[in-house]
């Protein structure tokens, strides 16, 4: 069983631009997770999904940044005209259909550069 | 507001010691605990997962503990090896209101000197 599969594992990226990164849960996971660690700080947890809804998105900044979690495909985060404090590693997690409590199984994350 | 605190924030200890990591939580509502190893430059490494009605998991040479009412969890490694020298972190799932995502410590840096 694969595990969670993070793509693509670095991105750079120039202010203003646009940064797209996606997250394949484990299979049988229809729970995703996503966090950001900004440089010397703690993991954050930014928004959570199931298939082709958002749960909670109380941890994302309000402009620029989305997420999505279609029917078929990967999830993905959104992050329009990227600026240089948007740099940091981004990490997804699934879970079990348990959701709440279950185990979360995290991917190597994506570590953003804006230049 | 969920917040996790871990102690020390790095530790560094000869091969072969007993050692506790340290967390706290300062809301007790929550689903369960969770804790994990992060080596530099990866993902995280889930290792324990505690439920909010267990007291304790074990896995080969770990051991995590629970007291949800006073707010802690510690993390007991036996016989430490180099190899257990990464990054642990701490995270509750809270229940009730707030972020359903894991709210996290910033960790505690460990070093095994061979």
């Known amino acids: 069983n694969a595990g969670v599969m993070q793509n693509p594992r670095h991105l750079v990226r120039r202010r203003g631009q646009e940064a797209r990164l996606r997250c394949s849960p484990m299979?049988?996971?229809?729970?995703v997770y996503w966090y950001r660690q900004l440089p010397e700080e703690g993991l954050k947890f930014m928004v959570y999904?199931?298939?082709?809804?958002?749960?909670?998105e109380s941890g994302m900044p309000k402009e620029r940044f989305s997420a999505e979690f279609p029917k078929e495909g990967p999830s993905i985060l959104r992050i329009q005209q990227v600026v240089r404090g948007d740099s940091a590693a981004y990490f997804c997690?699934?879970?079990?259909?348990?959701?709440?409590?279950?185990?979360?199984?995290f991917g190597p994350g994506t570590r953003l550069t804006v230049l | 507001k969920q917040e996790v605190t871990q102690i020390p924030a790095a530790l560094s200890v000869p091969e072969g010691e007993n050692l506790v990591l340290n967390c706290s939580f300062t809301?007790?509502?929550?689903?369960?605990l969770q804790w994990f190893r992060q080596d530099p430059g990866k993902g995280l490494t889930s290792l324990l997962l505690?439920?909010?009605?267990?007291r304790e998991q074990t896995s080969g040479r770990l051991n995590a503990s629970l007291d949800k009412s006073s707010g802690r969890s510690t993390l007991y490694i036996a016989a430490s090896q180099p190899g257990d020298s990464a990054t642990y972190l701490c995270?509750?799932?809270?229940?009730?209101?707030?972020?359903?995502?894991?709210?996290f410590g910033k960790g505690t840096h460990l070093i095994i000197q061979p």
């Open positions: 997690a699934s879970s079990p259909p348990g959701g709440r409590y279950d185990t979360q199984y």
């Open positions: 299979k049988g996971h229809s729970h």
């Open positions: 999904l199931q298939k082709e809804n958002i749960i909670d």
């Open positions: 809301d007790s509502a929550i689903y369960n």
């Open positions: 505690i439920q909010s009605s267990q």
């Open positions: 995270a509750v799932r809270r229940s009730g209101g707030g972020a359903d995502g894991l709210t």
